[in-house]
């Protein structure tokens, strides 16, 4: 779990709420921003935008690309090098067909396949064509997921504004009951809150959240892919090392020095 993002926003909301309550003399303050019908033209304009804007099938998925911007967690690079080398060491030791119990250790899906295509004989280009046309697909939907968020971080201050203009027309058409001022002033200015506080703290920081994931997720695939393509070529466990610590930062290397160093390396 990203406890960075979850973190985010719940101290955002907890000095919103911590605000509201010391300006506005207690419990009493909240009274203003307690406005359905802000929260209904804002959520729902954004929601039906998005809607017409990208399919249906895509919109519903957004709950799942959320999920994976919250849950999600980097695969430490380190770890993949020392699998490589551990698997390159037993490959030139008993052959390719020795690995075949150590691919059902490996809890990579992706790893897990692309060592499995050394096994089974497969060439340096079909392997290289199966993995690459695999991360094209996966920067696709990366990409269809961040402009959704985008687009939502967008759409939400746009109709927080138009909420506003709203709340405005309503207000002057009945200038004349001062009794509905006040609920009309609220309609606009809880939209023009509830828009901008959902599209520059929720949509648009998932949006960036989302890519920075999609680029880290990118990365553990380049560098597997990397190292499927030196283990098929028959590359000596130095020689994958150094080539796939290329990919690493400077800590990160010394981490796979002294893992590689000590015995016990497992598969990831």
């Not at 605000?19 to 009493?28: F, Q």
């Not at 980097?74 to 090098?81: A, E, F, H, I």
């Not at 880290?216 to 393509?229: F, P």
Request: charged share 20%; net charge positive.
């Amino acid at each position: 779990m990203d406890i960075a993002t979850i973190a985010g926003i719940v101290v955002f909301f907890g000095l919103t709420v911590a605000s509201i309550y010391i300006g506005g003399e207690g419990v009493a303050g909240f009274k203003p921003f307690m406005n359905l019908e802000a929260l209904l033209l804002v959520m729902g304009g954004t929601v039906c935008a998005t809607l017409v804007n990208y399919p249906l099938s895509q919109v519903i998925g957004v709950g799942k690309v959320i999920k994976k911007t919250i849950m999600s967690h980097g695969q430490d690079t380190s770890d993949l090098v020392v699998t490589f080398v551990t698997l390159t060491q037993k490959a030139k030791k008993d052959g390719f067909l020795a690995l075949q119990n150590d691919i059902k250790m490996i809890k990579n899906d992706f790893l897990r396949r692309g060592v499995q295509l050394v096994v089974d004989g497969a060439d340096q280009e079909f392997i290289r064509n199966m993995l690459e046309t695999e991360i094209s697909f996966i920067r696709e939907r990366h990409k269809g997921g961040q402009e959704i968020l985008n687009a939502m971080g967008t759409y939400a201050p746009a109709f927080g504004i138009i909420g506003t203009v709203l709340g405005m027309i309503l207000m002057l058409s009945s200038i004349d009951d001062v009794a509905a001022v006040p609920r009309r002033m609220a309609l606009a200015l809880a939209s023009a809150f509830y828009g901008l506080g959902s599209g520059y703290l929720i949509f648009l920081p998932m949006g960036g959240k989302l890519r920075r994931r999609s680029d880290e997720e990118l990365l553990v695939k380049e560098i597997i892919v990397r190292g499927v393509l030196l283990l098929q070529s028959g590359a000596t466990p130095s020689v994958v090392e150094a080539n796939l610590k290329a990919y690493l930062a400077p800590t990160e290397r010394m981490f796979v020095k002294a893992t590689t160093v000590s015995s016990g390396a497992k598969p990831a």
